[in-house]
């Protein structure tokens, strides 16, 4: 995984694009959230969580090609600052300082 960068990146604009620091190679899901591309570990998302479990195991006809390269899984309504501190907790190496537009832990909780 790249190292964690200390400037904000703005991924509320313009094209879709590889989060610089949760885009990881061998990641099993890929999702968008605002224009951030991420790729991660399906099974370390839903170790902590039932309902991200529960959405990963797309029950009700969603369709299971979500969430490749191709196509990723976009999560709208949800933020890049907000996947960032729940992904960097998870994998427990992205540093926090670094967060998107400077957030700080509380705002986010």
């Not at 099974?43 to 006809?61: E, N, R």
């Not at 996947?83 to 509380?106: A, F, P």
Request: proline share 4%.
């Amino acid at each position: 995984m790249a190292e964690a960068k200390s400037s904000a990146i703005d991924y509320t604009s313009g094209q879709p694009r590889r989060h610089h620091n949760l885009y990881i190679e061998d990641g099993t899901l890929v999702m968008q959230v605002e224009n951030a591309i991420f790729k991660i570990h399906r099974s370390l998302l839903a170790q902590y969580s039932t309902v991200i479990q529960d959405m990963l195991s797309f029950p009700g006809g969603k369709n299971p090609q979500d969430g490749i390269d191709e196509k990723p899984l976009v999560m709208s309504g949800d933020s890049v600052a907000g996947w960032e501190l729940l992904l960097g907790l998870q994998y427990n190496s992205y540093v926090l300082s670094g967060l998107h537009h400077g957030s700080k832990l509380h705002d986010l909780i």
